[in-house]
C-alpha cells in the first residue's frame, strides 16, 4: 500500500541526483511515477527523466548559466497554478533540493497560496564526485569540516566568498558551477594563504556516462578545468583529502601538473 503523502493539490520538490538514474532514492521515483505533472531543471540527466511515466505532463524550467529559459518568478507561479489546478505536482531539481536549489522561493510561493508543499532529498554532486573518484570528503585527524559554497554570482555582481575562511587548511572545500571562476577561485584561496600544492579534483558531468574526473594541484586549477570542462558544469572539490584515492579510481582519474612557467 502507498504511502498516503501526495494527495491531489500538493506539490513536491524532489532531488534528482546528480544524473544517474540508479542514484535516484525509492522515494523519488515513487513521487515521480505518481506525479501528475513534472516540471524539471536542465541538469536532471536524460536516465531521471525517463522514469516520468507516459501520459505525465513534463515541463522544463531549466536554468543553466548564460541560458535561463524561466525566471524564478515565473517558475513559482507555474508550481502554483499546477497545484490549485488540482494537480500533483512534482519539482525535479538536480542533486539534492536543498542546496543552491531555490527551494526556498518555491516553498514560500506554495506556502502563500495554501498550497501543501515537501522535500524528498538527492544526493548532491560533491558526494557523487568523491564516490566516482574513490575519495572521502573528509579525512580522519586532518579534515574535519566540509564547506559547500557556490561560484555563480547574479549577473554584474563579483565572486564575493569569505576567502580566509574557505582557506581554511583542516576542510575540504566544495565549489559548485566553478567552470567560469576556478582561476579566481584558485587565485583567492592561494591569496589567502592556501598551499598551491594543495591537492584539488574537477569533476565535470557527474555521475552520467560523459562523467570526466581530473585531479592536480590548485595552483593548476584553472588549467584543470579547461582541459576536461569542454563548457560542459564542473564541480571543484579542493582539499588534502583529495590527494587520497585508491589505484583503482586511476582509469577514470588523469593527473596533471602544473606548467612550467
Not at 187 to 210: C, K
Request: glycine letters at 10%.
Amino acid at each position: 500500500m502507498q504511502p498516503d503523502d501526495f494527495p491531489a493539490a500538493s506539490v513536491w520538490l524532489v532531488g534528482a541526483g546528480p544524473g544517474d538514474p540508479e542514484l535516484l532514492t525509492m522515494k523519488a521515483v515513487r513521487l515521480i511515477e505518481a506525479a501528475d505533472i513534472v516540471f524539471y531543471d536542465a541538469l536532471v540527466g536524460p536516465g531521471v527523466l525517463d522514469r516520468i511515466p507516459p501520459g505525465t505532463e513534463r515541463v522544463g524550467v531549466g536554468k543553466r548559466s548564460g541560458r535561463h529559459s524561466k525566471d524564478q518568478g515565473t517558475i513559482d507561479s507555474l508550481i502554483v497554478a499546477a497545484a490549485l489546478a488540482g494537480h500533483r505536482v512534482v519539482r525535479l531539481k538536480g542533486g539534492d533540493p536543498s542546496i543552491f536549489g531555490r527551494s526556498t522561493e518555491e516553498i514560500d510561493a506554495c506556502r502563500a497560496a495554501g498550497i501543501p508543499v515537501r522535500i524528498c532529498p538527492g544526493i548532491t554532486a560533491a558526494s557523487a564526485a568523491a564516490a566516482s573518484g574513490l575519495a572521502s570528503l573528509t579525512l580522519r585527524g586532518l579534515e574535519r569540516r566540509l564547506t559547500l559554497v557556490t561560484a555563480h554570482a547574479r549577473a554584474g555582481e563579483p565572486l564575493d566568498l569569505d576567502w580566509s575562511a574557505l582557506a581554511a587548511p583542516d576542510a575540504t572545500l566544495a565549489v559548485y558551477m566553478g567552470r567560469a571562476a576556478a582561476g579566481q577561485v584558485a587565485a583567492e584561496l592561494m591569496s589567502a594563504g592556501l598551499a598551491p600544492d594543495t591537492p584539488v579534483m574537477v569533476a565535470v558531468n557527474v555521475s552520467l556516462p560523459g562523467e570526466r574526473l581530473i585531479r592536480g594541484r590548485l595552483d593548476a586549477m584553472a588549467f584543470l578545468v579547461e582541459a576536461i570542462s569542454d563548457g560542459d558544469p564542473a564541480l571543484l572539490l579542493i582539499g588534502q583529502a583529495m590527494g587520497v584515492s585508491a589505484p583503482q579510481a586511476a582509469d577514470r582519474i588523469a593527473t596533471l601538473q602544473p606548467l612550467a612557467v
